[in-house]
T-cell receptor, first 115, second 111 residues
Framework: DTGVSQDPRHKITKRGQNVTFRCDPI?????LYWYRQTLGQGPEFLTY????????KSRLLSDRFSAERPKGSFSTLEIQRTEQGDSAMYLC?????????????FGPGTRLLVL | GQQVMQIPQYQHVQEGEDFTTYCNSS?????IQWYKQRPGGHPVFLIQ?????EVKKQKRLTFQFGEAKKNSSLHITATQTTDVGTYFC???????????FGSGTRLQVQP
């Protein structure tokens, strides 16, 4: 499978714990995005990388959230001191610069439940 | 980002009926993208529109971008059960890479 993959697919944690999610983009895609989606809503942008550089962060990304893409390939999203409001689907997407339309390809997501 | 509003929130149709979802903005949009998300799935890119008045077709799906570039629609002719899912419009602000999604229209098709 050469699509975007995310791990884990599901995560249940207790409030106050830290969690880390991983995203493996499509090979050779140089842009990687993180979105959050709650039930009945569209995805909300969190942050994006071009290669290893984090170029944009949403106001939604509080200081408890941190994302990395150390070698310009896979990325991790860490949430520290989780809160119940962090419960959501965390989606990763990747795209390739160039071409007329930049198509973002989404992964299956990591569903987080904070108890 | 520029906010896009989608209507209706939910539509239930009989198989074979047509379906339309609308995406509206109070400001001019540089482009509009449409995505489909199946139940339990992830968003899948359908199409991008950039020109005023643009109309594109994909089999039974017809996408339109308004003349003023403030609204867009997705029309499905003769729905099938495989069309079930949530349809999102999304916009990418000029100079930004992030997409701003609408809240989506959930389509249910009764066989």
């Amino acid at each position: 499978d050469t699509g975007v993959s995310q791990d884990p697919r599901h995560k249940i944690t207790k409030r106050g714990q830290n969690v880390t999610f991983r995203c493996d983009p499509i090979s050779e895609h140089n842009r990687l995005y993180w979105y959050r989606q709650t039930l009945g809503q569209g995805p909300e942008f969190l942050t994006y990388f071009q290669n290893e550089a984090q170029l944009e962060k949403s106001r939604l990304l509080s200081d408890r959230f941190s994302a990395e893409r150390p070698k310009g390939s896979f990325s991790t999203l860490e949430i520290q001191r989780t809160e119940q409001g962090d419960s959501a689907m965390y989606l990763c997407a990747s795209s390739l610069v160039g071409g007329r339309v930049e198509t973002q390809y989404f992964g299956p997501g990591t569903r987080l439940l904070v108890l | 980002g520029q906010q896009v509003m989608q209507i209706p929130q939910y539509q239930h149709v009989q198989e074979g009926e047509d379906f339309t979802t609308y995406c509206n903005s109070s400001t001019t949009l540089s482009n509009i993208q449409w995505y489909k998300q199946r139940p339990g799935g992830h968003p899948v890119f359908l199409i991008q529109l950039v020109k005023s008045g643009e109309v594109k077709k994909q089999k039974r799906l017809t996408f339109q971008f308004g003349e003023a570039k403030k609204n867009s629609s997705l029309h499905i002719t003769a729905t099938q059960t495989t069309d079930v899912g949530t349809y999102f419009c999304a916009n990418k602000d000029t100079g930004r890479r992030a997409l701003t999604f609408g809240s989506g229209t959930r389509l249910q098709v009764q066989p």
